[in-house]
T-cell receptor
Framework: GENVEQHPSTLSVQEGDSAVIKCTYS??????FPWYKQELGKRPQLIID?????GEKKDQRIAVTLNKTAKHFSLHITETQPEDSAVYFC??????????FGAGTTVTVRA | EAEVAQSPRYKITEKSQAVAFWCDPI?????LYWYRQILGQGPELLVQ????????DSQLPKDRFSAERLKGVDSTLKIQPAELGDSAMYLC??????????FGPGTRLTVT
């Protein structure tokens, strides 16, 4: 099955700086890569996703890049704000639509 | 905005007891998923339904866990008997075929 590794496990950034989270996957058939944000005690919220026919996607302050050859994808958050503090999960799936999640990155934005 | 509903939000039970969780997906979403999330880890898929049919339950501990979606709408996940290691957040998600998965608020289970 698919194995998704996520780094770093924790990330502390100064407000206004950028944050980058990286994930690798093992199954070359994976073609859908979503990112979820989970605040303490709340449901995971889909924040951005990318499909394998696209190399980069941006939505305001967040962007995701995908390198299919290297089997890795990254989340970039620019101009971080305190409300960006949360746990972020990457995931991957193929045409079976079953998501395999990374272990999560706890992001703390320091004011 | 439509959301996935789950109940109860919290459940405390003693080991060897039975426990059940309920999920109501977003209207029109044919695909429903149950995940287990252990504290500090990402969600792990337990079972996937397409309408009323199980698509994948390979990670479901079938000796104690069961899941059903009889009319292809809401779903129930049951554990009997519960064990201490079952303490976790149980998340339900739904999606249109091949589209984004939306999660419910989860049921936090504590087994004592």
């Amino acid at each position: 099955g698919e194995n998704v590794e996520q780094h770093p496990s924790t990330l502390s950034v100064q407000e206004g700086d950028s944050a980058v989270i990286k994930c690798t996957y093992s199954d070359s058939a994976s073609n859908y890569f979503p990112w979820y944000k989970q605040e303490l005690g709340k449901r995971p919220q889909l924040i951005i996703d990318i499909r394998s026919n696209v190399g980069e996607k941006k939505d305001q302050r967040i962007a995701v890049t995908l390198n299919k050859t290297a089997k890795h994808f990254s989340l970039h958050i620019t101009e971080t704000q305190p409300e960006d503090s949360a746990v972020y999960f990457c995931a991957a799936s193929s045409n079976d639509y079953k998501l395999s999640f990374g272990a999560g990155t706890t992001v703390t934005v320091r004011a | 905005e439509a959301e996935v509903a789950q109940s109860p939000r919290y459940k405390i039970t003693e080991k060897s007891q039975a426990v059940a969780f309920w999920c109501d997906p977003i209207s029109g979403h044919a695909t429903l998923y149950w995940y287990r999330q252990i504290l500090g880890q990402g969600p792990e898929l337990l079972v996937q339904f397409q309408d009323e049919s199980v698509v994948d339950d390979s990670q479901l501990p079938k000796d104690r866990f069961s899941a059903e979606r009889l009319k292809g709408v809401d779903s129930t996940l049951k554990i009997q008997p519960a064990e201490l290691g079952d303490s976790a957040m149980y998340l339900c998600a739904s999606s249109l075929q091949g589209r984004e998965q939306y999660f419910g608020p989860g049921t936090r289970l504590t087994v004592t």
